[in-house]
């Protein structure tokens, strides 16, 4: 359950995406296989829809998994004065707290294999929802959070209206409580609702 490396050098100029997408695309000497057949990566995480097939005498029909490998670069402690690329992968059943793969990924998966892979699909369906609705809130939308939250002068709040503001050449979107602060919070970590 540990993470693989590799020298950055060793990976021929490749992107991390097309790194991962060559090593699970294989074929065993037991006529079993792995292939990649949609991938994406969602910041530092990579996910993918990867077909497997069974040697012919299983008589087990191929199925499509989902895969999750949370990737990192960064000075090598094996090489010195060198760069690695490190990955760590699960699969769907194994419950990954990544939560983000695309639906054009999650659409074209079997059906799950067990409770945790069934789980992590309806979580990422609803993440995908919820990012929806985010793009949807426009400025002068008003939100109320499930519950209120606290900020850096002491006060608690819940209910805002959604404003825009040009901070350093940058649309910033900021939120104005009821009594008329400014306010900043990741809308993606809070639970809440549109009026």
Request: hydrophobic share 35%; glycine share 8%; proline share 4%.
């Amino acid at each position: 359950m540990g993470w693989t490396g590799i020298n950055q050098a060793n990976m021929d100029g490749m992107s991390a995406r097309e790194y991962l997408n060559r090593e699970f695309t294989f074929e065993n000497e037991n006529g079993s296989s792995c292939s990649v057949l949609k991938s994406a990566m969602v910041g530092n995480t990579y996910y993918a829809a990867v077909k497997r097939t069974f040697p012919l005498a299983s008589g087990d029909a191929p199925i499509v998994f989902g895969l999750v490998c949370l990737t990192t670069r960064g000075k090598s402690h094996f090489w010195p004065g060198e760069r690695e690329f490190c990955y760590k992968d699960m699969d769907e059943s194994m419950g990954p707290c990544e939560r983000d793969c695309p639906l054009s990924i999650l659409d074209m998966l079997s059906e799950p294999e067990g409770e945790w892979a069934k789980q992590w699909r309806l979580d990422c369906r609803a993440n995908a929802a919820k990012k929806r609705e985010r793009k949807a809130i426009t400025e002068g939308a008003r939100i109320k959070l499930s519950r209120p939250m606290q900020f850096a002068d002491g006060r608690e709040r819940d209910e805002f209206t959604v404003v825009k503001l040009s901070r350093r050449g940058k649309m910033r979107t900021y939120f104005r409580g009821l009594d008329g602060a400014l306010c900043r919070f990741a809308l993606s970590r809070a639970d809440y609702s549109v009026l």
